[in-house]
């Protein structure tokens, strides 16, 4: 990855494949360090040389996807109210809440993908719903106006396997994971499934859980609701051979997984 003082340059990797067999997904992009969801964020995680970012949708009143986890904007920015009610032009005179110095604004996907391109992978979620249904098709056509329509560079995820159906409907090219929600998984829902990932809390996690869905030719990857615990989490879990860790703490999973 390249970084030059006239700005970000999109330097397309020699290979997609993940750089270990156990990927590390940037949740929210580098947030321990940068505001979570800020180009300054996905840029530091980027330079961490993670395998994917990730980014959680919210839809505008006026049907713009922005880089955003809450309902609201109430928690991330200077602003309150839910997303849903501004328009893109009103969410842009927010800025986002930042110990730098620096402030940044919300960042929309087309913005995102305009920035990095191919120099990075994305792991994108869709909400529930009808919600995460509304988002599908803008979301398909921006990624193949970008060229990113493909598992290569992008996985989709969701708690809605309709969203995650109606996904495949429209791009059937790219991975698919079915987040579990925490303490309503079910093994035997997860094996029958037809989502190549499996996206599972971390305590919800044994040995035999991952042995089982990989015997049904599926991934697992991990993902943490607890800042506080995550780091012993991804340690008790090291060696159950999960496939991914959706990580707060970048260089804290690259120095554990030996990449440091």
Known sequence: MLCVAI????????????KTALSIISHRGANDRQPEHSISAYQQA????????????????????????DETINRTTNGTG????FTLAELEKLTLVS??????KIPTLVEILEKFGKSTR????????TKGLDMVEPLIQLLEKNDLDDENFVL??????????????LA????????MKA?????????????ATIGIESREVTDNVVRQIHRAGKQVHVYFINKKSEKAEQKRLLNSQVDGYFTDFNLFTKKLINLE
């Open 7 to 18: 700005g970000w340059t999109k330097e397309q990797p020699e290979s997609r494949e993940p």
């Open 46 to 69: 980027i330079q961490d040389q993670v395998d994917y970012i990730e980014i959680d949708l919210r839809m505008t009143k006026d049907r713009q996807l922005v880089a955003l986890h």
């Open 82 to 85: 839910k997303v849903e009610n």
């Open 99 to 104: 110990t730098q110095k620096e402030q940044e």
């Open 122 to 129: 994305y792991y994108i979620e869709l909400r529930e719903s």
């Open 156 to 169: 989709l995820q969701s708690f809605s396997s309709e969203s995650l159906i109606r996904a495949r409907q």
């Open 172 to 179: 059937p090219n790219l991975s698919l994971t079915w987040l």
């Open 183 to 195: 303490g309503d998984f079910d093994l035997n829902s997860a094996v029958k499934s037809d989502f």
